[in-house]
């Protein structure tokens, strides 16, 4: 299966992976299963670590690197499709990359790994 993990996902699973409930971690560790991280969410860290609000022992991209390696962490880019795609949902969850990750979810089938409960309010799959 194809899952695209929350950015808050991609941090725990690199630096706190006992926050993972034990469902997140049979999916993370199943070879079989493919992971992926969108561009949005590598922006979002990027974003909130210029500003302080994320602190990392070491770089973002180093992780990145470490993920895709060990776990074959496939990065998803933003496609225009994905951009069209917010238009169709509604607002009830404000956050702008979580609302591009729900829209990618939706065109590219994904089923997203997030423990954010506002995503169950969309036509997504959802597991946390």
Known sequence: MRFLLDTHIFLWLNDEPAKL????????????????ISLVSLWEIQIKQQLGKLKFDVPWQQMLKIQQKDNGLVLLP????????????????????????????????????????????YPITLIS
């Open 21 to 36: 409930s034990p469902a997140l971690h049979l999916i993370c560790d199943d070879p079989a299963n493919e992971l992926f």
């Open 78 to 121: 933003i496609k225009l499709q994905h951009i069209a795609t917010l238009e169709t949902l509604p607002l009830i969850h404000r956050d702008p990359f979580d609302r591009l990750l729900i829209a990618q979810a939706i065109q590219e089938e994904m089923t997203i790994l997030s423990a954010d409960t506002a995503f169950c309010n």
